[in-house]
T-cell receptor
């Protein structure tokens, strides 16, 4: 079964509105990564979180890793049309080489 | 973009035929991964490699085999293609189980 759950599946926003996607794991994660995939493209790495409670920012993007290292979120402030795409989280469990991807949140931004 | 290529980029094949997809990297990264991407499922790991001749199974390995005889090449073989293996296949590489760089993808259709 899927190890990492991600919601929502789709999000339609007006340009300028905020956007958040959430990931939850049933087991503790060693780290979590976030990727963005533009339509027709390949996933592109955004960031990796490792520490419990970690918060990282990249311009309008804020990434959080939960205290229990079982959940994470990506928040975009004041979306722009360039933010359109699908956002994926990917979690790795301790002592494993493999990552489990969430099913992704597809973001559409209306100008 | 990282030096990672996939071939072929598109392939149509018939049910029951063997198919081999190639991933080639020029980055000398240790880890290589094969994922498939299907609507509603995100990216699912098929197999991965943590060194030459060192491979392990992912979530959806049935019907697939892999080989890595050189650091730069990771081959994915569908032993007898089925319609359920119609998908987009992505190869990814990483240096140290961290950030993953994805190739452009191979769109495979099994008729």
């Amino acid at each position: 079964g899927q190890q990492v759950m991600q919601i929502p599946q789709y999000q339609h926003v007006q340009e300028g509105e905020d956007f958040t996607t959430y990931c939850n794991s049933s087991t503790t994660l060693s780290n979590i990564q976030w990727y963005k995939q533009r339509p027709g493209g390949h996933p592109v790495f955004l960031i990796q979180l490792v520490k419990s409670g970690e918060v990282k920012k990249q311009k309008r993007l804020t990434f959080q890793f939960g205290e229990a290292k079982k959940n994470s979120s990506l928040h975009i402030t004041a979306t722009q049309t360039t933010d359109v795409g699908t956002y994926f989280c990917a979690g790795r469990m301790d002592n494993f080489n493999k990552f489990y991807f969430g099913s992704g949140t597809k973001l559409n931004v209306k100008p | 973009d990282a030096g990672i290529t996939q071939s072929p980029r598109h392939k149509v094949t018939e049910t029951g035929t063997p198919v081999t997809l190639r991933c080639h990297q020029t980055e000398n990264h240790r880890y290589m991964y094969w994922y498939r991407q299907d609507p509603g499922h995100g990216l699912r790991l098929i197999h991965y490699s943590y060194g030459v001749k060192d491979t392990d199974k992912g979530e959806v390995s049935d019907g697939y085999s892999v080989s890595r005889s050189k650091t730069e090449d990771f081959l994915l073989t569908l032993e007898s293609a089925t319609s359920s293996q119609t998908s987009v296949y992505f190869c990814a590489i990483s240096l140290d189980r961290g950030e993953q760089y994805f190739g452009p993808g191979t769109r495979l259709t099994v008729t």
